[in-house]
């Protein structure tokens, strides 16, 4: 199983240039940040493009509702993110999720040569990703819903004739008790979320139970078992109390792939 490990696209440059090397030399298989409406995710990823050399470099993900084919492109190209290790997460909320995802990933597929990652939640967004994407992105999930949204994934492949895409997992992880109530308060600004909240009521659990909690770094790799088999590669979204350099170095060994 690939470990991915990921950082909030605000984050200072200095902390994800850093933090991006320390992945490579631990042998990491992808570094990613999300796309807020505040910060330009593609200009972050950038940072982490110009320190390394064989890591994949993924967005998690661009909403197609307020960045359209044309500007993500746009972005691709102004940034110039190497399209060899570039994974771009593309994703939408509802109305009209389905449709806007598979014309924007036909968009930008006929304009750049370059693996297009599709967010996934619902039972007809995995199976839409099976069928048009080349890699899926699952988000809040338990090991034991992944591997169900993996099965949909796969459903959806086969219907289109197609290898299935590779699967991966953001996976929040925290270390430390005050960065575990920090992982509790962004669950619940999520579940208020109206198609993350029916998700978490769909699975039977809170927030914080799709994710990985740690007092102390030894306890990670037992939590991180869990998911072996569930996915292609687990990304580790890191949750810390003031975002040091410090902070995120601490997690990337914790977590580092045996």
């Not at 409406?37 to 320190?51: Q, R, W």
């Not at 992944?146 to 099965?151: E, F, P, V, Y």
């Amino acid at each position: 199983m690939g470990r991915g490990f990921a950082l909030f696209a605000g984050t200072t440059p200095e902390i994800i240039r850093a933090s991006a090397r320390e992945a490579e030399a631990l042998g990491y298989t992808s570094f990613w940040v999300n796309h807020p409406g505040s910060t330009d995710g593609l200009v972050s990823l950038a940072h982490a493009a110009g320190e390394t050399k064989r890591i994949d470099l993924g967005i998690g993900v661009i909403p197609l509702h307020t960045r359209g084919p044309e500007a993500v492109v746009q972005g691709v190209h102004a940034t110039k993110l190497p399209l060899d290790r570039l994974l771009l997460g593309v994703g939408s909320p509802n109305p009209n999720s389905l449709d806007r995802v598979r014309e924007g990933v036909a968009a930008i597929r006929s304009q750049l040569k370059t693996r297009l990652v599709v967010a996934a939640l619902g039972p007809k967004m995995c199976r839409l990703a099976g069928e048009i994407a080349d890699g899926v992105l699952f988000n809040w999930l338990t090991p034991e819903h992944a591997r169900l949204s993996a099965d949909l994934v796969r459903e959806g492949a086969k219907a289109a004739g197609r290898t299935p895409p590779k699967l991966y997992a953001y996976v929040r992880l925290a270390l430390g008790a005050k960065a575990v109530a920090k992982l509790a308060e962004e669950g619940g600004r999520y579940a208020a979320i109206p198609a993350y909240g029916a998700n978490f009521e769909r699975m039977g659990v809170k927030p914080v139970e799709t994710c990985i909690t740690a007092q102390q770094a030894d306890e990670i790799p037992r939590a991180l078992a869990k998911w072996d088999g569930a996915v292609d590669e687990v990304v580790l979204r890191a949750i810390t109390v003031e975002d040091t350099i410090a902070e995120n170095t601490a997690l990337l060994r914790a977590a580092r792939p045996s």
